[in-house]
């Protein structure tokens, strides 16, 4: 099953250790973690459930290339990276 | 007189307290967060701040025990656009349909328990009527033709800045939007008027000088004690209304400059309003090096400026539009400034003292 790992900056606001869930895209993934999290969902997405601008997911270190459906595959042992997309210098 | 005072600022949100006589900074929430605007909910106390956390978007949290703790509450969310729908402003700039930032709280009446109003960027205005933990957008304002000729003016979006409600009535609501003019509701949001006569906006083009769209308020109030009467500082200058805001009188030639950001009115004479004058435009400082605060108390037909304990010399802070407050005394006021100094008046302006000279950059100020 994938893991599911968040950049320790948003967990400054709100409890999110790592954690493995089932899903075989990144939405599927994303939305069981927020089953776990459900206040993370809003830091992560807009209210369109798109990825907020200046955020990133990584697929097994692959940026994920639907940013608004969130429809990349994820292999079953695949490893889900949610972090600040760089700005600002 | 108030003894509890919120500053919003660039890393966190600041309260002073008045003890034995001078004001002291006590605490600090959110250290290190963007606290854009605060506000005090003077029916039941609660503190409201709202955060923009860049990356993780806009979020408002709620204290019900002066800032002790806090509780994250909910957020605005605009509706999905129609498929294929791109939504452009009049210069062709995108207006994306989500919350980009709070720009405005206000509470509903007495009456209203647990009502609360939010004005944001792009240009939604939302009501909760659950204290914040659930909102929803003024549905006719947002889809109002008109509303697609709002631009961004403080902002690169457009936005909500002033929210007034009518202490006579509280289903009436007059917002006024940087830049898209003054919007009026009689029946809490329904319908809408733009009211803007005697309003101008020299920088647009010559035929939509006096166009509502085009006008540009900074930041807009309504005395209390006297609800005909309304001030507006504008891009353009300082702008009065004794009719309950359907016209405005142009009040010109005021020194040092009649640009500025904010403005506060008394809460019981309409006359008395203070504003904090800067060079326009590009520039954006105080004119000279200094520090000064403008008070009228004739209704704009003349000006004191005031400047006994502000910086007089080699001073370029800047004051936003939310970054003056007035107490519900009429009596303390206090600003803040880019620079991330904080003054305090105990007498309408007379004489400043310093709160704070080294704070991030102040978004916000608010007494309780």
Not at chain 2, 68 to 95: C, M, N, S
């Amino acid at each position: 099953m994938p893991s599911v790992a968040f950049t320790r900056n948003l967990q400054r606001h709100v409890a999110c250790p790592p954690c493995v869930v089932a899903g075989g895209t990144v939405r599927e993934s994303l939305e069981a973690a927020f089953g776990l999290y459900p206040q993370v969902r809003s830091y992560v997405l807009d209210e369109h459930g798109a990825l907020r601008f200046h955020m990133a997911v990584y697929v097994d270190g692959v940026p994920i290339a639907d940013r608004r459906g969130l429809s990349d595959p994820v292999p079953d042992s695949g490893e889900i990276y949610v972090m600040q997309a760089l700005s600002g210098g | 007189m108030a003894d509890q005072l919120l500053v919003s600022t660039r890393k966190g949100l600041f309260s002073a307290r008045r003890k034995g006589g001078s004001w002291e900074l006590e605490a600090v929430s959110f250290l290190g967060d963007n606290v854009t605007l605060s506000m005090i909910d003077p029916r039941d106390g609660a503190w409201y701040a709202a955060l923009d956390h860049g990356h993780f978007g806009a979020k408002l949290h709620r204290s019900r025990d002066r800032g002790a703790t806090w509780q994250e509450v909910g957020v605005p969310a605009y509706p999905t656009p129609p498929e294929g729908h791109l939504e452009k402003d009049f210069l062709g700039r995108e207006i994306p349909w989500r919350l980009i930032r709070f720009w405005s709280l206000a509470p509903g009446l007495a009456s209203q328990p647990g009502l609360l109003w939010a004005g944001t960027v792009p240009g939604g205005l939302f009501w909760s009527e659950d204290c914040g933990d659930s909102w929803h957008l003024v549905e006719a304002l947002w889809h109002m033709p008109e509303r697609r000729k709002w631009a961004g003016g403080g902002a690169d979006a457009p936005g909500i800045h002033s929210i007034c409600v009518d202490p006579r009535d509280g289903n009436r609501v007059v917002i006024a939007v940087s830049s898209g003019g003054v919007w009026h509701t009689q029946d809490l949001g329904k319908t809408w008027s733009a009211h803007t006569e005697g309003m101008r906006a020299d920088y647009a083009p010559p035929e939509l000088v006096s166009a509502p769209e085009s006008q540009d308020p900074h930041r807009m109030v309504q005395c209390p004690g006297a609800p005909d009467s309304w001030w507006i500082q504008h891009h353009n200058g300082i702008f009065r209304s004794t009719d309950n805001a359907l016209s405005w009188t142009e009040i010109v030639d005021v020194r040092p400059s009649v640009f500025g950001f904010p403005v506060v009115v008394h809460p019981r004479d309409p006359d008395t309003a203070w504003f904090i004058p800067a060079i326009k435009d590009e520039r954006r400082i105080p004119a000279e090096g200094q520090v000064v605060v403008n008070r009228t108390r004739d209704g704009g037909r003349t000006f004191e400026t005031l400047r006994r304990g502000l910086p007089q010399a080699w001073a370029y802070d800047l004051v936003y539009r939310h970054a003056l407050d007035l107490d519900a005394s009429g009596e303390h006021l206090a600003f803040g400034s880019t620079t991330g100094s904080v003054w305090i008046s105990e007498n309408q302006g007379d004489d400043w003292s310093t709160l704070a000279e080294h704070l991030p950059p102040v978004h916000a100020v608010c007494f309780a």
